[in-house]
């Protein structure tokens, strides 16, 4: 019986070839049952990156290694927002907290077990924390026109890789010989990058000089979860079953917060991103011929990137992107998500730029 393969995603919808490619190895794996391919989906190493996939057999190489990976919303306790004078107070997360910072009288150190490396920290590739206002919000959510919120996009920094990595050495991409001790290790992780980004967040406003409120949204997208005797593996795709999910678009776009519905035909998952449509080194390459820093450092919205990294910043550019509002199309017009309001970027931090007045 062949495994069925469904993308959600419109004709007019930029879907490489080679992503399409990997969902169909993916679904050759012994065991595979349904792949599922969000309108984000796009190519990844070894395994496609916005897409949600079911089996009897778990393949901790289709959660990857960033595991716990995911987007937390926050209410800031702001009441105004200049940009240009934010962006120069935001902490140096790159850093690691003082063993006295007051942020961390908001986590619970017993929880982090036995890994500290990174705690506090971004990380780079897509990872970033934004500033952002709330826009247009649907009535019925307790949100008003011109909230500010803190997106904190970061995951188990190391650890994930640490337990990825314990597994490949031994069985390569093959299944989890134990499958009750990865997923001991892998829900420890999640919860890990959960923490993390409440870390990060506490430290921003610290920061900022005011406070966050509990969150709106704390969402993984690298993760296993159990189903009814399977394994549902999402990488880059985001849980779909009736919980409220922030889409992220890029650091010059809105995002999006939506209300998740998705069914089983899409293994109750929906997007969670705009997903890239180049590689780093061709967003690399095709942006320094294109844009400047400058033009990278405050976007078409007017919102600021806080980013000392010039290689980050054109790998991360808009145009490496697929266009947010298609993926939110595609994701309404099959019924997998609802809009809820859009996030308008203020200040974008990727990583400190020292020395430099935005």
């Not at 937390?72 to 935001?90: C, M, Q, S, T």
């Not at 704390?218 to 795709?237: I, P, Q, T």
């Not at 449509?277 to 400058?294: E, N």
Request: charged fraction near 25%; hydrophobic fraction near 40%.
């Amino acid at each position: 019986m062949p495994i069925s393969v469904k993308v959600f995603a419109s004709a007019s919808s930029w879907i490489e070839s080679s992503a399409l490619d990997q969902c169909h190895q993916v679904a050759a794996l012994d065991g595979m049952v349904h792949v599922a391919g969000m309108p984000d989906l796009h190519p990844g190493k070894g395994a496609p990156i916005g897409a949600a996939m079911l089996s009897t057999v778990l393949y901790p190489f289709l959660a990857g290694s960033d595991i716990g990976c995911g987007i937390a919303v926050y209410p800031i306790g702001l009441r105004k927002a200049v940009p240009e004078r934010l962006a120069r107070r935001f902490p140096d997360l790159d850093a690691e907290p003082d063993p006295g910072d007051p942020a961390w009288d908001a986590i619970d150190r017993a929880e982090l077990g036995d890994h500290l490396d990174g705690f506090g920290t971004v990380g780079r590739g897509n990872h970033f924390v934004e500033l952002a206002r709330i826009e247009k919000p649907a009535p019925g959510h307790g949100l008003s026109d011109g909230d500010l919120v803190l997106i904190v996009h970061s995951g188990s920094r190391g650890l994930g890789e640490r337990i990825l990595r314990a597994h490949t050495e031994r069985h390569g991409a093959g299944p989890a010989a134990d499958p009750e001790a990865y997923l001991a290790a892998h829900d420890a992780a999640v919860r890990w990058g959960s923490l993390n980004r409440r870390m990060i967040a506490e430290r921003v406003a610290d920061a900022l000089g005011t406070r966050i409120g509990e969150p709106i949204v704390d969402e993984s997208h690298n993760l296993v979860e159990r189903v009814d005797g399977h394994y549902l593996h999402r990488k880059g795709a985001a849980r779909g079953d009736g919980r409220d999910v922030l889409i992220a678009g890029t650091r010059g776009t809105r995002s999006y917060l939506v209300a998740a519905h998705a069914g089983a035909e899409a293994n109750f998952s929906v997007a969670h991103g705009a997903g890239r449509k180049m590689s780093r080194s061709d967003a690399l390459k095709r942006g320094q011929a294109k844009h400047t820093v400058d033009e990278l450092r405050r976007t078409p919205l007017g919102s600021l990137v806080v980013c000392g990294d010039r290689q980050l910043l054109f790998e991360e550019a808009p145009t490496a992107y697929k266009r947010i509002e298609q993926v939110i199309g595609d994701l309404t017009d099959h019924g997998l998500a609802t809009t809820i309001c859009a996030t308008v970027p203020l200040v974008t931090y990727k990583t400190p730029d020292r020395g430099r007045r935005p």
